[in-house]
């Protein structure tokens, strides 16, 4: 990204924000191209601009909201000196429409929701990206190229943006949860609890790394890891009676969706 030539301001850089700085700076994207807006950041000497308010009468070509939602309403106006018709807003902000976003900004040239999570300080995230607007070709590949360093964006429909955000957005905290489980498993079984943690994490990312690069689906993966009668098939097996495993993941993907929709009729009624 070093021939990166829009500017960005970053409105608001807490854990999510920052983790995307540190994609875009690892990617090589110029620290004199981005200003971050944030009260609490310390000054980092990565040679990117900290501001503790909000400039007015300077444009940006993109702005990525990433405050907490409820500070949309005291911002907008501030915000709104920061753009024009041709600045896209990125919002990061769970649970806020795209018709929330229009109404308070009409005079941005596009809104598009954006659903991270905290691996794209690596470059491996599943980015969500959702809009109601009519985006031109050459808008929509200038925010693919700037997403790209992240991960995999994937454009969807909004209708489809909670559950992705149940799955793509806090799926790493329910993977987390998974590893811990079977580490204590382990360690409830006689193994000592740090080398349970250090063998389950190894072997979650070694499995992860090789689904990635498999022309097999996960799925496909399993059975032929496992063998007909062999140990893995037995462990298996639990996983698989009745669906357990997948009415598991149903379950927690479904209470994840609703809260996000929850927060989403919580935050119409605020706007």
């Known amino acids: 990204?070093?021939?990166?030539?829009?500017?960005?301001?970053?409105?608001?850089?807490?854990?999510?924000?920052?983790?995307?700085?540190?994609?875009?700076?690892?990617?090589?994207?110029?620290?004199?191209?981005?200003?971050?807006?944030?009260?609490?950041?310390?000054?980092?000497?990565?040679?990117?601009?900290?501001?503790?308010?909000?400039?007015?009468?300077?444009?940006?070509?993109?702005?990525?909201?990433?405050?907490?939602?409820?500070?949309?309403?005291?911002?907008?106006?501030?915000?709104?000196?920061?753009?024009?018709?041709?600045?896209?807003?990125?919002?990061?902000?769970?649970?806020?429409?795209?018709?929330?976003?229009?109404?308070?900004?009409p005079n941005s040239n596009a809104r598009v929701r954006v659903m991270p999570n905290l691996a794209v300080a690596l470059g491996k995230s599943p980015i969500a990206l959702a809009t109601t607007d009519d985006l031109a070709p050459s808008l929509k590949a200038e925010i693919d190229d700037l997403i790209a360093p992240l991960g995999t964006g994937e454009w969807i429909g909004e209708g489809e943006f909670d559950l992705v955000t149940a799955l793509a957005g806090s799926g790493p905290a329910f993977v987390y949860r998974f590893i811990d489980a079977f580490a204590a498993g382990a360690a409830g079984l006689g193994l000592p609890r740090e080398q349970a943690d250090r063998l389950a994490l190894a072997m979650v990312e070694g499995a992860a790394s090789l689904a990635a690069r498999s022309v097999h689906s996960p799925g496909e993966l399993a059975d032929r890891v496992a063998s007909p009668g062999g140990v893995t098939r037995k462990g298996m097996d639990v996983m698989d009676e009745g669906g357990r495993a997948e009415k598991l993941a149903i379950d927690v993907l479904r209470a994840a969706r609703d809260r996000s929709a929850q927060m989403a009729e919580e935050a119409r009624k605020k706007g």
């Open 1 to 105: 990204m070093d021939n990166f030539d829009k500017t960005l301001l970053i409105a608001g850089c807490g854990n999510m924000g920052g983790a995307m700085l540190d994609g875009w700076l690892a990617a090589g994207m110029p620290p004199s191209q981005i200003t971050v807006m944030d009260r609490s950041r310390l000054e980092k000497g990565d040679g990117v601009r900290l501001i503790r308010k909000l400039p007015q009468g300077e444009r940006f070509d993109f702005i990525l909201l990433g405050f907490k939602p409820h500070q949309l309403n005291d911002l907008t106006s501030d915000l709104a000196g920061c753009l024009d018709a041709n600045t896209t807003v990125l919002s990061m902000l769970a649970g806020v429409q795209c018709d929330v976003l229009a109404r308070a900004f």
